[in-house]
């Protein structure tokens, strides 16, 4: 099993490197006559000294300065295509950290620390002591900064703020980041604005409203215009006071950390009117609901942005280069946090390269100093970028030691990050023109839809996954095993509770149980009693992985090999996918299994137990509806108390669950790597931010 893993990461690595050989062999140009701010590096002046007939003694190399092309652009290469631009559905890293630096939020992180809030665009954080949380929790109220200017011209003002989060919830979309707002608002176990209105009320047909604007269009109009006052009533403004006051469903302890991130981005409620959006009228705002990434971009509002933020959207050219200029009258006079940046930016321009560039061209592009960053994602990439470093860093800047004064790039090694990768089930898999689950039949040649409705098939492959060898050659070892949804060390956390390790015996004995009916309508039900042994038939299904990818290809292989082992009737043919057909399968439920990262919106255990168990997972798994109930039951009494010995005996119970039902089986925290031009400085890591942030840095 470890050769078999071994040799498909060095494939990849050996491809990669060869290509890097290859591109590195062809003759260089001869390079300009250098610059103040171009690399440089200085010849010896003196002539070779000749000390005897046979003995020549060459020029020590003086040593190498490494100075930036331009110091005030600033390249990313490859950093991925955003699906769209506009705050309220961006639910990705490659949009959200455009959003990140193009608009502010109420509150913002104090720099490195992903715990400590700090104002932005509000005046202050709100609490008890200084009035801005009512003594019961259910009512929070921000002052709102004077004289901000959005980068039309236009001035903030509180009904900006509220429109914004008003118009999030409002358009709905059960896959966007307004999820996050609508529990606190609406109520524990609501994650879209749809779910208040009985879905009968659009016809004896209709079992769900959800992402089905048309038939919420059916709706009788005075049930909608009361539905949006729930929303509206909860969030006030009140320009001539200068505040926003929200009225929560429930005391929520992680409300306010939920506004840090893109989702939370202040936009123009006039510029969102003037491009088609919501027009902020209870009467239509059904019109809006559920619109497509597609219909966003035909109104400009998906590939266009207008916030408050220290860079401004200069140009987007899709498959070639996003381009964000400075915010010359940034709003920021006074530092945010402790000797941190003020005024205009100093880097001028962000350079955000064809998201579909390799890693060759990528560390080509960083070794001439064409790029100054590349936050590497996958570990198989590593070594590549390794022969360019020269300075190795642990975990800051300020704990660095030179390797190779030769070589341009700093490594930032050993980054705690939050997010977690996952086995999850699909319980009900989609059957149409689906080629995954072969026959479709318990035959020998296929699997049932409901394969994995068996908790003993599901138990079984969270023994026979080895989690040692896909740390060490998924992770090279750099990641921490994870028995919870909650991260290691937050709290709810335990790591005594009962969680799955590889045993391959365990998963013999537990598959050699399953048991099967094949039922009079043809479908196939797991029975204890059954007729069908799952051991003596086998089972034949696909495994699809995006090559190169480091979670879900190695864990497709090593099933396909595990299961192989303990029976060669368990057939798991692990196939590659390009990324956009396999995220279409997973999305489509599809696919038997799928291995995603769940990197965490705000810092507390209910945006993890939310996502994996009534959120994004559980509805792309097709989680059965008892069984969300359950863990909703004890989500929701867990995020309403505000005790947090009492909150972390609640999760007790919601891990004693999660391991009972198995239904997603988590695996690794991994360790992140930066690399970037030593050139480079400002530069600080924040384990929430989606992507660089650009407005502390300089390079010199």
């Known amino acids: 099993m470890q050769h078999k893993l071994s040799i498909f990461f060095s494939l990849i690595i050996v491809v990669s490197l060869s290509l890097a050989a290859c591109a590195q062999s062809s003759p260089a140009p001869t390079p300009p006559a250098p610059t103040p701010t171009t690399v440089v590096v200085q010849p010896a002046t003196a002539a070779p000294t000749i000390s005897s007939p046979t003995a020549t003694v060459l020029p020590s190399a003086a040593p190498i300065t490494f100075k930036p092309k331009d110091p005030t652009t600033y390249v990313v290469p490859s950093f991925g295509i955003p699906e769209m631009l506009d705050p309220a559905f961006c639910y990705e890293a490659s949009c959200g950290q455009i959003i990140f630096n193009t608009h502010d939020t109420l509150l913002f992180y104090n720099r490195e620390d992903p715990n400590t809030l700090i104002p932005m665009l509000a005046l202050e954080v709100p609490s008890l002591e200084n009035g801005g949380i009512s003594a019961d929790g259910l009512s929070y109220t921000f002052k709102i900064r004077p004289g901000v200017l959005f980068h039309d011209g236009s001035e903030l003002t509180p009904s900006d703020v509220a429109y914004t989060f008003q118009r999030g919830i409002l358009q709905g979309g059960t896959w966007s980041p307004q999820v996050l707002l609508t529990e606190p608002f609406l109520g524990a176990g609501i994650l879209d604005i749809t779910d208040l209105i009985t879905p009968s009320l659009a016809g004896p047909e209709i079992t769900t409203l959800n992402d089905d604007p048309a038939s919420l269009a059916l709706v009788d109009p005075a049930v909608l215009k009361a539905t949006c006052q729930k929303v509206t009533n909860a969030i006030v403004a009140d320009d001539q006071a200068g505040t926003v006051t929200m009225k929560l469903a429930q005391p929520w302890g992680p409300f306010l950390a939920t506004f840090p991130g893109f989702w939370g981005a202040i936009i123009s409620k006039n510029w969102i009117i003037s491009s088609g959006g919501w027009d902020g009228d209870c009467q239509t705002w059904q ?7 597609e219909q966003l971009f035909e109104q400009g509002l998906g590939s266009s942005a207008n916030g408050t933020g220290p860079y401004k959207l200069d140009h987007w050219t899709p498959g070639d280069e996003l381009v964000l200029v400075a915010n010359e009258d940034y709003w920021v006079r006074q530092p945010l946090w ?41 570990p198989i990439f590593y070594q590549l970028m390794d022969e360019l470093v020269g300075v190795e860093c642990q975990q800051t800047l300020d704990d660095c030691q030179e390797v190779d004064p030769t070589k341009p790039l700093r490594v930032i090694q050993g980054l705690e990050t939050v997010k977690e990768s996952a086995l999850v089930f699909t319980f009900n898999i989609n059957t149409e023109g689906n080629e995954y689950i072969g026959s ?18 599901r138990k079984a492959f969270a023994y026979c996954f080895n989690y040692e060898t896909f740390v060490n050659e998924a992770y090279l070892g750099e990641a921490t095993r994870s028995i919870h949804v909650m991260l290691p060390g937050m709290l709810g956390y335990n790591a005594d509770a009962p969680s799955y390790n590889y045993d391959p015996a365990k998963c013999a004995e537990l598959l050699r149980q399953s048991r099967w009916t094949h039922n009079a309508d043809g479908s196939w039900s797991p029975d204890p009693d059954g007729e069908v042994s799952l051991w003596d038939t086998g089972f034949r299904f696909t495994a699809p992985y995006v090559l190169g990818e480091a979670r879900n290809a190695p864990a497709a292989l090593m099933l396909e090999a595990e299961l192989g082992a303990i029976n060669d009737k368990f057939i ?5 996918l390009n990324g956009d057909t396999e995220y279409e399968n997973r999305q489509a439920s599809k696919n038997p299994f799928f291995i995603p990262s ?21 509805m792309r798994q097709n989680l059965p509806a ?65 992507g660089t942030y650009f407005y502390p840095l300089w390079k010199e």
């Open 338 to 378: 402790e000797a941190g940046p003020s005024g205009a930016p100093i880097i001028k321009k962000v350079v955000y390269t064809d998201g579909q560039a390799s890693e060759v061209a990528t560390q080509g592009m960083l070794k001439a100093g064409d790029a100054d960053e590349n936050p590497v994602h996958m």
């Open 287 to 293: 019109d809006y609901y559920g619109k497509t990434a």
């Open 440 to 457: 479709g039949q318990l035959d020998g040649n296929g699997i049932p839809p409901n394969f994995f409705s068996d908790p003993l098939v």
């Open 572 to 576: 798991v043919e692990a196939t590659d």
């Open 626 to 690: 008892e069984i969300q109930a359950s863990y909703l039951e004890i989500s929701n009494r867990a995020v309403s108390e505000s005790d947090p010995e009492k909150r972390a005996e609640i999760y007790k119970e919601f891990n004693q669950l999660w391991y009972d039902t198995a239904n997603t089986i988590t695996l690794f925290v991994p360790k992140n790597r930066f690399y970037v031009q030593r050139w480079v400085q400002g530069w600080y890591y924040n384990p929430l931010y989606p």
């Open 598 to 618: 769940w990197k965490e919106d705000f810092h507390d255990p209910h945006n993890w137990v939310m996502p994996f168990t009534a959120g994004v997972y559980a």
